[in-house]
């Protein structure tokens, strides 16, 4: 690292290992946080995350806002405050100098629509002075979560409020595409 960059990796001064993103991975199940973990080993990687800035729980979040944004149980408000402690460390390592921050999420579900709208209320609230861009999948319109269509409209209403960007994809269109370039 460079003091007083604003670098979005981190680097790690051995030969050979691949620079850290300066991310923060969350979700309410391990799947998908474990598959990205994994990748950190694989060989000619461009980049890696770091292990201690990744927190999820056992059970998510039934694929409701509600259940994301306030949670149902004692472990909904650990996940939140260890999300933010990541978020915090990974500030601190820009050595003065955090110009913003950008959230990816998904919104059909309860841990990305809820838990990520949550997450950008607390960023906005610690981090105000600096902006807040959000990066927000819309979910299949033929999805298999009932409630996706809820889960979008009561995020989307928070995010307005809280974020300075947002640029919106579909997943639909998100998909038509990658089919289209295999």
Known sequence: ????????????GKAGRAP??????VDGEPKV?????????QPNKDFSFDETSAVWSQSG????????YVGESLEAPRLLGDAMECV????????????GTVLFHSLGGGTGSGLGTRLAVEICDEYSAAPLMMTSVLPLAAGENPSQTLNVALALSTIQEVADG??????DRLLALATEFQ
């Open 1 to 12: 690292e460079r003091p007083n960059s604003p670098d979005i990796f981190q680097l790690s």
């Open 20 to 25: 850290r993103a300066r991310a923060v991975l």
């Open 33 to 41: 946080i474990e598959a990205a973990l994994q990748a950190n080993s």
């Open 61 to 68: 979040r039934g694929g409701n806002f509600a259940l994301g």
């Open 88 to 99: 915090r460390r990974q500030v601190e390592a820009c050595h003065g100098t955090h110009t």
């Open 166 to 171: 947002l640029v919106l994809y579909e997943n």
